[in-house]
């Protein structure tokens, strides 16, 4: 899917801004402008970031043929814009834009040659919505996504890999007595282009899908169906079917049961080998399929919200990423089931978010653990709400769990502390810091890449009302 997010302007031009700075030379600047005129609303805005970053590897022992231990950067200048008009009689044309380019750098083995992947992110969408009847609105979207990759290892070393998407949709919504409907028809073409030379080089997928959400008193209702067409892989239809009950105003209670299935995307087919893998890619690879099953319940009591979701997922041909291979590959089968715990609560001048997860991911057919999924992790945030002063603290904390297949590379558990502070100088312009990692824990998520340890980033922004 093609999708554009950008802040669709409301009321006079309201004008925003931000520019701050941090450790390993990092800055970050960005403004944009949206309002509207009439029947006309507009959005835009650009940024930038940079940074000298760490090494991207942390010993030789773990990356013997990579290991550089320079800095590795990493800077981005970036661009989106959107408009809509309001043409009379229920009618509207709008359209969006945006366009990346970064530069990340890299360790390469001991060359003093900087390493580095240029990437180009470009989308561009424009889209039609009518009311034909006051029940029945439609929409039909035209939309572009291009992803321009160069990866340069050497002075006259470099691979690019380029894929484009072309989409269109045309998508009905529906008012019903007890609910809602949708019906839509979507046409994707998709195609690579690459140093290297593919016995694919393009596909396109053909998609109908529907739905329907309806409520009677206590009872919800969903049900969705879609059928994908492939030219690659072929036709595959799924679905779900959930239904909810509410108790009274603070407690309900759901299930749900679907399907799903998903390509390999060109990347995982296609990528080009580089000094780190020959090939990086699996053109082999089959698709995913998945069956799961979902439950859950919420308890709202006033400014509280408990909530608990259990889910069990069968997968056949995962696709994960095999570290003795350096490229993707399929699971035979795999079951991944857990609970998730979540509360968000108000205080008297006190947020709280938080949630508790319990995992257990395995390949049935080896009984060894998925690669990169901890048994346990919880994440927590808490923000005062201060008339001036708003401090923040967040904390993070994974279980260990493996970083290959076989299960003979094991990560570490960590927890990662950061805290966060807001100032406000005057409705529209505040101070704000953020300090990440403060106890400078070392910790990877994957063996031999070390994260980022404790940092300081202070910035000023502002926000026109």
């Known amino acids: 899917m093609i999708q554009i997010f950008t802040k669709r302007g409301r009321g006079p031009a309201a004008v925003s801004a931000f520019a701050g700075a941090g450790t390993n030379w990092t800055g970050e600047a960005d403004a944009g402008v949206a309002g509207t005129t009439g029947g006309f609303a507009y959005s835009l805005g650009g940024g930038a970031f940079t940074t000298r970053g760490y090494s991207a590897t942390d010993s030789p022992l773990t990356q013997p043929f990579a290991f550089n231990p320079d800095r590795d950067g990493y800077k981005n200048a970036n661009g989106a814009g959107s408009f809509s008009y309001d043409i009379g009689d229920a009618n509207q044309v709008g359209a969006s834009?945006?366009?990346?380019?970064?530069?990340?750098?890299?360790?390469?083995?001991?060359?003093?040659?900087?390493?580095?992947?240029?990437?180009?992110t470009e989308a561009y969408a424009a889209y039609w919505r009518s009311r034909f009847l006051p029940a029945w609105t439609s929409t039909v979207r035209l939309a572009q996504g291009v992803d321009d990759l160069t990866s340069v290892t050497a002075p006259t070393a470099s691979t690019f890999f380029r894929t484009t998407q072309n989409q269109l949709t045309w998508q009905n919504d529906f008012s019903l007595p007890f609910g809602r409907a949708l019906a839509a028809y979507e046409n994707r073409e998709e195609k690579v282009d690459s140093s290297t030379p593919f016995a694919v080089q393009s596909r396109t997928i053909r998609s109908v899908l529907g739905g329907v959400t309806a409520g009677f008193g206590p009872h919800e209702l969903q049900g969705n169906l879609r059928n994908d067409d492939n030219s690659q892989f072929g036709s595959k239809t799924t679905g779900l079917a959930g239904y909810g009950y509410r108790f009274n105003p603070q407690t309900r209670a759901w299930a749900s049961y679907g399907t799903a299935f998903r390509a390999p995307s060109f990347n995982d087919l296609y990528f080009p080998a580089s000094a780190f893998c020959t090939p990086c890619s699996n053109p082999n690879l089959k698709p995913e399929e998945a069956t799961t099953v979902e439950a859950g319940f919420a308890w709202e009591p006033g400014p509280h919200r408990f909530g608990v979701v259990a889910y069990d997922s069968r997968i056949t041909n995962l696709i994960v990423f095999d570290v003795a291979t350096s490229r993707p590959s399929n699971v035979g089968r795999a079951e991944i089931y857990g609970t998730t715990l979540t509360y968000t609560g108000s205080f008297p001048l006190w947020d709280v978010t938080g949630s508790v997860d319990f995992l257990?991911?395995?390949?049935?057919?080896?009984?060894?653990w998925l690669p990169r999924r901890a048994e346990g992790a919880t994440s927590w945030r808490a923000l005062y709400r201060g008339e001036r002063w708003q401090p923040g603290i967040e904390l993070v904390a994974v279980g260990p769990r493996y970083d290959d297949p076989a299960n003979t590379r094991r990560l570490a558990s960590y927890a990662v502390l950061n805290l966060t502070l807001r100032y406000v100088i005057a409705p529209e312009w505040s101070v704000e810091a953020r300090a990440n990692n403060v106890t400078d824990t070392e910790y990877e998520t994957a063996r031999g890449f070390p994260m980022p340890g404790a940092s300081l980033f202070v910035g000023v922004r502002y926000q026109g009302r």
């Open 360 to 368: 257990h991911a395995r390949d049935e057919t080896t009984g060894k």
């Open 97 to 120: 834009a945006l366009y990346s380019k970064g530069r990340n750098e890299f360790d390469n083995g001991p060359s003093s040659f900087n390493a580095r992947l240029d990437k180009i």
